[in-house]
Nanobody, 115 residues
Framework: QVQLVESGGGLVQPGGSLRLSCAASGRDFSAYAMAWYRQAPGKQRELVARITSGGITNYADFVKDRFTISRDNAKNTVYLQMNSLKPEDTAVYYC?????????WGQGTQVTVSS
């Protein structure tokens, strides 16, 4: 089992950048596939980016070339670097860990893109 805590959200102007962090506690973090999801008001939760235990990444089309997911297994942390932010990126961002058929979620961090 793993516990996940997100940080790094906040208010940013359009075109700005933020880096989200997700700190994991528990065993075998390196064996987990990790992902970032987001949920905007009135919308379903959607996948933003995923990174496998082996470091393979994939992204939703709406964030390609703007967001980068990475992980530091020595620090038990996964990151989401978000550049060129748009108002439509406003959402609660959730960290997800997946292993052996089990999903684990953080509490979420709010990202608001507004002038």
């Amino acid at each position: 089992q793993v516990q996940l805590v997100e940080s790094g959200g906040g208010l940013v102007q359009p075109g700005g950048s933020l880096r989200l962090s997700c700190a994991a506690s528990g065993r075998d973090f390196s064996a987990y596939a990790m992902a970032w999801y987001r949920q905007a008001p009135g919308k379903q939760r959607e996948l933003v980016a995923r990174i496998t235990s082996g470091g393979i990444t994939n992204y939703a089309d709406f964030v390609k070339d703007r967001f980068t997911i990475s992980r530091d297994n020595a620090k038990n942390t996964v990151y989401l670097q978000m550049n060129s932010l748009k108002p439509e990126d406003t959402a609660v961002y959730y960290c997800n860990g997946f292993r052996l058929g089990h999903d684990y979620w953080g509490q979420g961090t709010q990202v608001t893109v507004s002038s």
